[in-house]
């Protein structure tokens, strides 16, 4: 089992910063991606962030050139958020996509104040 924790979100007025991380612990064998989702419910997540092993990075266009995904080292991961705006108010998951499967941590409240 892989267990995914994450942690940085909080309140912040519009045009402010945040800096999630997540890490990722356990039997780990191989870790294939890690990326930052939002508004999971079911199969109906959207995509924020994502870094691969290679390091391919792929960001959803509302967030590009506001946000940015770092790998911290091989199991942790930032996703520094600057210029914030309500819109981005909403619970961000971790994901880990690991040689086993994938797994999510429990999520971490972003909220944006006009």
Do not use: H
């Not at 612990?25 to 191989?30: D, E, W």
């Not at 506001?66 to 705006?85: P, W």
Request: hydrophobic share 35%; charged share 20%.
């Amino acid at each position: 089992q892989v267990q995914v924790v994450e942690s940085g979100g909080g309140s912040v007025q519009d045009g402010g910063s945040l800096r999630l991380l997540c890490a990722a612990s356990g039997s780990i064998r191989r870790i294939e991606a890690m990326g930052w989702f939002r508004r999971v419910s079911g199969k109906n997540s959207d995509l924020v962030a994502r870094i691969s092993r290679d390091g391919a990075i792929t960001y959803a266009d509302s967030v590009k050139g506001r946000f940015t995904i770092s790998r911290d080292n091989a199991n942790t991961v930032s996703l520094q958020m600057n210029s914030l705006k309500p819109e981005d108010t909403d619970v961000y998951y971790c994901n880990v996509a690991e040689f086993s499967g994938n797994y999510w941590g429990k999520g971490t409240q972003v909220t944006v104040s006009s």
